[in-house]
């Protein structure tokens, strides 16, 4: 997403005022016809001392042509607009000085129209030779009131009028001058205001795409105004939204429930709502935009089963430690418990009975010495150290090691390899105790004969990727137990810690590979992916 970058550029003159120099133009020939129709009115009934016919009428024919040619040449826009403007202008105080003087002089009255030229030029110009052109009104003002002076032998002694409207167009030039500039100021402001407002509603929106809740705003009139991505996924919506779309349309559950709240709250906050959507459970937190719901509502949507999820990882993480502790704390009680059982045992006055108590106590301590190692070992699950390992000979070490530590026939347990030799980045010892607990669990729930365990690596040169596969040919796995296999202390076995599975899928997930359960058309069968590592 592209942000503006704060700042203000302004248009040039010439692009922002041509429009109202064309209404400035428009005015120009309203105010030549003007002219003419009083000139037709008033022809044969003179009211002007000193009226000139013939000036008046040739000097408004030749002010009505300029403005249409004015007007052409804005049109065109050609030349310039600052070599229009100026030219346009001192053009008017020219034809409306003769005018005056065609009219009768300073006493008709047309001077005042030198002030609406004075001031529609310095507006559009944004104050730029606005004194020049009220220096140039007043001159021009001076030298017909002289001219008339010198030509009509007329008493105009008194300078007075001549002079006021002098100052008024000095006066009027400055105060369109001060006006421009303010309002030059203030456009600059709003500028910036709009182009932080605009990086605001971007930098909000940026935000509220990235987020991993659902945004929903919704107007009083229930229209959808904003939605993120997230609402869409959750709301299962992607191909309903459109743009200013009725809340009702785009989610009808959620209209429903926020009708309910705006009539029993009263737009106030409200805590988690819990709604069901297409099997999907979401928390929902609902806020009055502004003090009341009569500005809109904000409605926040937040996955639940992800929720409990997080939950569920906070709650494992702290029964973790906790448990790691303890166990640390059981080994020395029972290792002392081991060590006096098995000096009982070596005292052979007991009676059958009484070994066959110390063998239950010494199966019992191996178990719980067991279970507090696999414990311990999954404290330690993010401490790897991996290394580059030679999988085919590691797997032949691995089996020729297991079968004979497990006591097991070496025809019960087969091994395949293939005939490449891919090397992964693994933990020795976690790949050690993986494979372990697998094949270990393999073998006691298999038929324990030929080939009842096998011990298989494929390879895709394609995808680059590995597969350890563990299966045997026992009865498999119940399929209500299918849910929670991997699950931590799960375990269909009196004797069993339920933690084999477990651990050996977060050691898994600690050298990024996955394990799997596959279902085979008998025995159980584990997948262990993982990829391959380029050794050139």
């Known amino acids: 997403m592209k942000i503006p970058k704060l700042g203000y550029s302004p248009e040039q003159p010439d692009r922002r005022f041509w429009r109202p120099m064309a209404l400035f133009g428009g005015y120009r020939i309203i105010l030549c016809g003007i002219f003419i129709v009083s000139y037709l009115l008033l022809r044969e009934n003179r009211v002007w001392v000193n009226y ?22 804005i049109v065109l826009r050609t030349p310039s607009f600052r070599v229009q403007l100026s030219f346009q202008s001192l053009a008017d105080i020219g034809f409306i000085i003769v005018l005056m003087y065609a009219s009768g002089g300073i006493k008709s009255g047309l001077g005042l129209l030198l002030i609406v030229t004075i001031a529609a030029a310095s507006l559009i110009s944004q104050g730029r030779l606005a004194l020049f052109y009220a220096a ?8 017909e009131q002289s001219y008339q002076m010198l030509m009509w032998n007329e008493d105009f002694g008194d300078y007075s009028h001549a002079v006021m409207l002098s100052l008024s167009c000095f006066a009027t030039a400055w105060l369109a001058h001060s006006f421009s500039k303010r309002a030059s100021e203030n456009e600059i402001l709003a500028s910036q ?13 940026l935000i509220t795409e990235e987020m991993g809740d659902g945004v929903l705003v919704v107007d009083p009139a229930f229209i959808l105004r904003h939605r993120n991505r997230q609402a869409d996924l959750l709301l299962n919506a992607q191909d309903r939204f459109r743009s200013n779309q009725p809340i009702a349309e785009y989610a009808p559950e959620l209209a429903n429930l926020l ?76 290792s002392a418990i081991s060590h006096a059982t098995q000096l009982l045992q070596e005292d052979e006055s007991h009676d059958p009975s009484s070994q066959r108590m110390l063998q239950i106590i010494s199966d019992n301590v191996q178990r719980m010495d067991q279970m507090i190692k696999d414990v311990l070992e999954l404290n330690r699950r993010d401490r790897t150290r991996q290394q580059d390992i030679l999988l085919t000979d590691f797997l032949r070490e691995f089996h020729d090691q297991f079968y004979q530590v497990e006591k097991i026939p070496a025809q019960g347990f087969v091994l395949d390899t293939a005939e490449s030799e891919p090397t992964i980045r693994f933990d020795h010892r976690h790949l050690h105790q993986i494979l372990w607990n697998l094949c270990r669990n393999g073998w006691r729930h298999s038929r324990q004969g030929q080939g009842s365990l096998t011990l298989t690596l494929r390879s895709d040169q394609q995808n680059r990727n ?14 209500e137990a299918l849910p929670h296999l991997f699950e931590p202390f799960f375990t269909t076995e009196s004797t069993g810690t339920g933690l084999g599975l477990y651990i050996a899928r977060e050691l898994c997930e600690a050298n990024g590979a996955t394990i799997e359960h596959v279902s085979a058309d008998h025995g159980c069968l584990f997948i262990i992916h993982m990829k391959k590592t380029d050794t050139a």
Not at 471 to 478: C, K, T, V, Y
Request: aromatic fraction near 4%; avoid cysteine.
């Open 52 to 73: 000139n016919d013939t000036l008046y009428l040739s000097t408004t024919s030749a002010y009505l042509a300029f403005s249409l040619l004015a007007i052409g040449l």
């Open 136 to 143: 140039v009104a007043s001159i021009g003002l001076l030298l």
């Open 466 to 479: 590995l597969q350890i596969e563990i299966q045997d040919d026992g009865n498999g796995i119940a399929p």
């Open 193 to 205: 205001r709009g182009i932080d407002l605009e990086n605001l509603a971007q930098v909000n929106q």
């Open 259 to 334: 009708r309910h709240w705006l009539d029993n709250r009263r737009g106030k906050n409200s805590g988690a709502i819990k709604l069901n959507i297409e099997q999907r459970a979401l928390r929902l937190k609902l806020m009055p935009v502004g003090d009341d719901h009569h500005q809109g509502t904000v409605i926040f949507i937040e996955d639940w089963s992800q929720l409990q999820t997080q939950a569920q990882q906070l709650k494992l993480a702290a029964l973790g430690r906790l448990t790691a502790n303890i166990a640390h704390e059981i080994r020395n009680p029972l």
